[in-house]
Each structure stands twice: as C-alpha cells, then as structure tokens.
C-alpha cells in the first residue's frame, strides 16, 4: 500500500519541522516519491518503521488517500514467542548491582529523555534489562549511542540510580570493531597522533604561530602565541575541532589574554583538550589521554589548567583527572572558562561593553557544564555564564526551562559525530522551540559541540533566525580596549 502525504502533516504528526522531514526523505531515512500537487508517495511499511521509530502510534489514513491497495491481504499466523531465559544482574554491564537495584522502576527517567520511545530507547527498560542479564541484547542495540548522556534521566530519578554510568559501561564493553566508526577513530587517532583529528605538529606550529603574528600586527601590538613557554602561569588545552576547522576562532581567547596580560603558554605536542575515550567508554585510552595533559603541566611547570571551551573536554577531563590523577587535581588549579573568565572580570583584568551586542539574548546551558559537573563534582556552572553574558549584552531572556532542567542540544555523548543525525535532530527539537519561544536572536553557547548543533543543523532544520556565538567570542568582541 502506498500513502500520499504532504510534508507539513507529517511534520505535525512527529512534532518537528518541515525541513525535518524534507531531510529525512532527501538521506532516505523516510524513502518517499514526488507525488501529485506538491504531495510525496510512501510505502505504508516505511511510513509504520518511520512510526516505529520514533515511538508514534501510525495514523489511520482516510481509504481515500490510499492508493494502489490490493486486496486484504490475511494476516501471517505468526510463530509462537521464543521464551528468552534470564540470568542474575549483569555484573559486567553494572559492576555496582545495588544500583540498578535501587529502580523502583517508576519511569520518571523516560519522561523526561527527549528521545524515549525513539527506536524503543528507554532508559527504564535498558535498566531492567541489565538487572535481567541480557547482556547480548544490549550491546548489540544502538540505545547507548544514541543517548547523548544528557543526564536528564538521572536527575528526575528519586531512587539516584547512576543511568549514565550504566550507559558508558554498556559503550565500553562493546567490541572496539562496533564502536561508531568516527568515534573510535578519534580515539585512536589521538593515541597515535596526539590529538583526534590527527594534525601534525609541523602544520599545528606553524598555524598559531601565523595566527600569532597576524593578532600582533592588528588589534594586539606585540603579540606572539607562546609555545611550550616554562613557567608559565596558564596551560591552555585545544579543541582539535578549531585548528582544523575554525582557526581564526583561537584568536578570540588570544585577545581576552592579550588584555588580561596572562601568562600562558600553548604545549607544542598532545595539546588535545577533548577526550573521546569518554564517548567510546574506553577507561584506558581516557587515561592516557589525560595523564598526558598531566605530563605537560609538569613538564612546563605550569601552575593552572584552562580546559577548552567545550562541555565534553572540560566533564572528560575532570572526571579522568579526579579519578585516576588525584593529587594532580589538588595540585593544579583547573580553571574552567567561566572560572577565569569571571576571575578576570572580577579582578578588573578585563572591562566589557555591553552595548556592543543589542540584539535579545538567550543562554543555552551545556549539560557537561551544568547538571553533570553539578551531580559529578558537586559545583554545576549556571549563574557565572549568566553574569558573563549579562555583563556583554544588553538585553537578556532566559529559556524555559533551563540551568539544571535544561534540554539537550541533542549533540551529546558523540552525537555529533556519530552516524544517527535522524535521532539526533529529533532529540534537538526541544531545544529549538525553547529557542523561538524565548524570541531571542543571538544565542550564545559555552561548548562548541552545542554550537555545531544549534547553529549548522537546528537553525537551517527548524527555520531559526538567529545568530549564535561562543562565550569567547561573545566576550573577546565586547572587550573594551585599555587606555
Ligand atoms: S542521558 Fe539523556 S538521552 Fe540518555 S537516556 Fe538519559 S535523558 Fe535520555
Ligand atoms: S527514574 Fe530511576 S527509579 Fe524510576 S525507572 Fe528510572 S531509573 Fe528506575
């Protein structure tokens, strides 16, 4: 049987954009033909696994939008179940069974996951099922991956069970070969090459140090990037995403320590800030990554860390440094950027122009920085990215909801580069009707990953108008030059 549809129906019916579903039919997650007067052709049967999907009950289509219905066909008498035999609590899955013991099974957790009931994700089930013992179940179901460890789930659980441990000890027990491809390949590129996206460090050198000297002949007089500076005060860790991607995007955090006058330095190997030993759920390579930011600290004798700006990096390598490194954690200051960013706003190392951004602004909350680093190392980041933007804008509303109860961006826990951008766009849905709702026109975000997001996949798939920006970026153009 096959269905005629119009695109703005079907967008109704799953809750998201037009272009949404134009996308899907475009990718082939939805297979759909040009039809008659602007309408699509769909098989019924790609129409119910679309439904199926993402968790919607298939609409009962009038007999007249039907076309080429054979006859009634009889149902196949289906083969009695196979009765599946369980086993005690998955010890390996749940190392800890007194936690998944605590589930009093009350389904808070699904309620408030943006992508419950998509592909049957659900945090309740994946739960029992690991009490249950069907390990082969849950590894070989994409669930985990399409999780973006938001941490929604666990912070409307009354019983406190560690949802998310569960979901990365569910990603690290998978054979390395099933490992979404381009995660597992930033891991190993970044064990082999010292950071994910393997730049070497001939081409890394010669990049700052031209950035470097560009600032110092402009807007910064005298300015040079130091690299591997002994001694210096501040490590700055990098997200590889910006000198592959967006290099000139280095320069903003150069400018506010231009007019700070810090003392910083970059390290010239293993600068990598990210660590995706932590999406793959790989402890191992997590620990050699972090163990080598430890190692250039000690190597520079550098009294402070600056983790990226990055929610992912800053959760990654805290939680690794604090668990395997603890007395490097006691021993080094680790700034996050609100941290120093507020540090130099509060010492008066920096003075900020509102006025240079007029446009109505909003904030979306990173849940690394957020509602996880809150849960994991009890400080969550929420009123000092409020101050900070305050401070360079002059018009601020917030979302509803937000700081602790915020939404996902739907990019989390290597959603981005993960090959699942159908659930990934739908899991973002909620995050582009708070940004309309909030009517602002600049949005400003602390993680790069959230920028990717919003700005390169929300805004053009749910027609938003809006600019978005970094914190950094926010800051670095809102700097008011010294005297
Ligand atoms: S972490 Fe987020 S995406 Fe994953 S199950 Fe929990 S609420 Fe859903
Ligand atoms: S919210 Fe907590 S107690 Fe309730 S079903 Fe989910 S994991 Fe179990």
């Known amino acids: 049987m096959v269905y005629e549809v119009k695109v703005n129906e079907l967008a109704e019916e799953f809750g998201v954009h037009r272009n949404t579903i134009r996308n899907w039919i475009n990718s082939g997650t939805l297979p759909a033909q040009e039809g008659p007067g602007r309408r699509y052709l769909i098989q019924a049967e790609d129409y119910h696994r679309l439904c199926d999907k993402f968790g919607r009950k298939p609409k009962a289509f009038p007999?007249?939008?039907?076309?080429?219905?054979?006859?009634?066909?009889?149902?196949?008498?289906?083969?009695?179940?196979?009765?599946?035999?369980?086993?005690?609590?998955?010890?390996?899955?749940?190392?800890?069974?007194?936690?998944?013991?605590?589930?009093?099974?009350?389904?808070?957790?699904?309620?408030?996951?943006?992508?419950?009931?998509?592909?049957?994700?659900?945090?309740?089930?994946?739960?029992?099922?690991?009490?249950?013992?069907?390990?082969?179940?849950?590894?070989?179901?994409?669930?985990?991956?399409?999780?973006?460890?938001?941490?929604?789930?666990?912070?409307?659980?009354?019983?406190?069970v560690k949802i998310l441990e569960l979901m990365r000890s569910i990603r690290g027990q998978r054979d390395r070969a099933k490992v979404p491809h381009p995660i597992q390949k930033g891991v190993t590129t970044c064990l082999e090459k010292g950071n994910n996206l393997g730049i070497p460090k001939d081409d890394f050198l010669q990049l700052v140090k031209g950035l470097g000297t560009e600032l110092g002949e402009t807007i910064c007089p005298g300015f040079t990037t130091p690299v591997d500076v002994r001694g210096a005060r501040l490590l700055v860790t990098v997200n590889s995403k910006e000198p592959f991607v967006q290099p000139r995007q280095l320069m903003w955090w150069w400018r506010i320590f231009y007019a700070a006058q810090e003392s910083w330095t970059l390290s010239s190997e293993n600068w990598e800030g990210v660590n995706w030993g932590f999406y793959s759920g790989d402890d191992s390579s997590m620990k050699t990554i972090v163990e080598r930011i430890v190692d250039n600290m000690e190597r520079l004798n550098c009294q402070a860390l600056l983790l990226p700006e990055c929610g992912h990096a800053y959760y990654a390598t805290r939680y690794g440094l604090e668990k395997w490194f603890p007395e490097s954690a006691r021993k080094f200051k680790i700034y996050s950027i609100f941290d120093l960013l507020l540090e130099y706003l509060t010492a008066g190392r920096i003075n900020l122009d509102p006025t240079i951004h007029n446009k109505l602004t909003t904030l979306h909350d990173s849940c690394n920085y957020g509602r996880k680093s809150l849960k994991a190392f009890g400080h969550g980041y929420f009123s000092e990215g409020r101050t900070i933007v305050q401070a360079c804008c002059t018009k601020f509303r917030e979302m509803i909801p937000n700081s602790g109860d915020s939404y996902c961006c739907g990019a989390g826990g290597g959603a981005w580069a993960s090959p699942y951008a159908a659930e990934r766009v739908f899991h973002g849905r909620e995050k582009a009707r708070q940004i309309k709702a909030s009517g602002a026109k600049l949005v400003v975000t602390s993680c790069h990953n959230c920028k990717d997001q919003i700005a390169h996949s929300l805004a053009p798939e749910f027609n938003l108008e809006i600019e978005v920006k970094s914190l950094w970026e926010l800051v670095a153009q809102a700097l008011v030059p010294a005297s």
Do not use: Y
């Open 63 to 160: 007999a007249a939008q039907a076309i080429n219905a054979p006859a009634q066909e009889q149902p196949t008498p289906q083969a009695p179940p196979v009765p599946i035999r369980l086993s005690l609590s998955s010890i390996h899955l749940f190392p800890d069974p007194a936690l998944a013991d605590c589930c009093v099974t009350c389904g808070s957790c699904a309620g408030a996951c943006p992508i419950a009931g998509v592909d049957d994700l659900d945090p309740r089930k994946i739960i029992r099922m690991a009490l249950l013992g069907l390990e082969e179940e849950i590894l070989a179901s994409d669930w985990p991956w399409k999780c973006t460890l938001c941490g929604r789930c666990e912070e409307s659980c009354p019983a406190n």
